[in-house]
């Protein structure tokens, strides 16, 4: 992508209103606006890191055997009063009357619509397990939306619900969860560590919740430092036994703030980390709390009818993009990791207009091709091509100026350690290929 041509309006003031890094940096860089209080627009920057991070959550559910499909964003009310949920959920849900003064809200997520579509649809117990999930925006009426993207009203979700026959099997789908959540934030140069959480009225379920750690986040954390060091699991075989792996990760000490043992943190000495998260992701297995009331039933191996066990898992997509931040920045803007990036290289004009200069650009830009480098083509001080380009972040810079030119040289930087080198633009190019 040409910049000249590209809608990237960047800010140099800092915005007032964002309090912590990562919104101030999206806002700067041009990758959101606000549109509402908690309701943003995504401008090509952001809407391209986006979509990577979505991939990314998609392959990772791919892999673990679940299917994607796609439910709507408004629901219908009764379904929720089939539940019980339609009260309880109280003023978070935004509720929506239509024409026909029938109730609908925006979905805050969707358990009740895919118990509906499982119950209709499925008989019988050679049809289980099942994992089920989509990637679409809810709305949650939060009292105070706050830090950008991060506690959005409306924002990008990936849910999966899993039903299966029994509480065993039900297990096995929760754990090719807790695996695929591993490595989907692996994936995106994350630190996450998964934490034992509160599961609410309904004891004895099984629930955690996957925190990154960064000094802004909300939730305090406690934990091992192993659990910071373990290597991401590769070469999973989702559906070999995973309960082995699982305790592995659930089998050192990691606790919220909440319910945090004093005593047991003691013990670990210095081997204990304490740190600030930000939840990205979130797995629960509740049993029969929505098959239950709503009659997902399938017919059992004895032909009598069994209340499917379900669960659910949820990915804060959109929340990730400034979780990433948070994680990776330094004072001259954000550090992509590659895997998110919006765009591998940053290559940089240093004399627009100038013959030699521009051939070399235009042959490099052409070489790599114009979805992989944000051409800065821009007839721009020098000083702020740099100063644009550390900011949004992108993992290489080629800056290609006559005085290098003269020597046969490019000069290429590294965004994340600083390094510059000068090399060939061959050299450069068959890296970057690379
Ligand atoms: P939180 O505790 O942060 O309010 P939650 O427990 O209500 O989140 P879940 O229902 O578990 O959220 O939703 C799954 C994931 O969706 C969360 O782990 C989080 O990453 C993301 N998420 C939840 N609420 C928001 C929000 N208001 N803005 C952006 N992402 C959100
Ligand atoms: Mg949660």
Redesign the pocket.
């Known amino acids: 992508m040409r910049l000249s041509r590209y809608f990237l309006p960047t800010l140099k003031e800092t915005p007032a209103e964002a309090q912590i890094v990562s919104h101030r940096l999206m806002l700067r860089a041009a990758m959101v606006r606000q549109h509402a209080a908690g309701i943003y627009t995504w401008l090509p920057l952001g809407f391209a890191v986006l979509k990577k991070i979505e991939q990314i959550v998609r392959e990772e559910q791919n892999r673990a055997g679940a299917q994607e499909m796609l439910m709507p964003t408004i629901q219908s009310a009764e379904l929720w009063r089939e539940s019980g949920r339609y009260d309880d959920y109280g003023k978070e849900m935004l509720r929506i009357t239509d024409r026909h003064e029938r109730d609908m809200l925006y979905g805050p997520?969707a358990e009740e619509v895919i118990t509906d579509v499982f119950r209709t649809s499925i008989r019988s117990y050679k049809d289980l397990p099942k994992i089920l999930y989509h990637i679409q925006w809810k709305f949650?009426d939060?009292v105070r939306?706050r830090f950008g993207?991060?506690?959005?009203?409306e924002?990008l979700?990936k849910d999966a619900y899993s039903f299966d026959l029994d509480t065993a099997t039900a297990r096995h789908s929760y754990n090719q969860m807790f695996v695929a959540y591993l490595r989907t934030f692996a994936r995106m140069g994350l630190k996450a560590i998964p934490l034992r959480a509160e599961t609410g009225p309904i004891g004895g379920d099984l629930s955690h919740?996957f925190i990154v750690l960064a000094d802004t986040g909300?939730s305090e954390v406690h934990c091992h430092r192993a659990l910071l060091e373990k290597p991401t699991p590769e070469g999973v075989d989702y559906d070999a036994d995973l309960q082995p792996l699982v305790d592995e990760w659930t089998g050192l000490y990691a606790a919220a703030d909440e319910m945090h043992d004093v005593t047991k943190a003691a013990s670990l000495g210095d081997d204990l980390v304490t740190a600030r998260g930000i939840?990205?992701?979130?797995i629960f297995h509740f049993g029969t709390k929505y098959s239950a009331p709503m009659g997902a039933t399938v017919t059992g191996p004895d032909g009598d009818p069994v209340t499917v066990a379900m669960g659910s898992y949820?990915?804060?997509v959109?929340?990730l993009v400034g979780a990433i931040i948070e994680a990776s920045h330094d004072d001259a803007g954000i550090i992509w990791p590659e895997a998110v990036a919006p765009f591998h290289v940053g290559l940089i004009n240093l004399k627009v207009g100038d013959e030699g200069t521009d051939a070399a650009c235009a042959s490099l830009y052409d070489a790599l091709g114009p979805d992989r480098v944000l051409y800065d083509d821009r007839d721009e001080r020098a000083g702020a091509k740099f100063a644009d380009m550390d900011l949004i972040g992108l993992p290489w810079q080629v800056i290609v100026g006559p005085k290098g030119l003269a020597k046969g040289v490019v000069e290429m930087k590294n965004r994340a350690t600083g390094e510059r080198e000068e090399i060939s633009a061959e050299s450069a190019l068959a890296r970057l290929s690379g």
């Open positions: 997520t949650r939060e939306p993207v991060m506690r959005g009203r924002f979700m919740e909300e939840e990205v992701g979130h949820g990915v804060g959109s929340r």
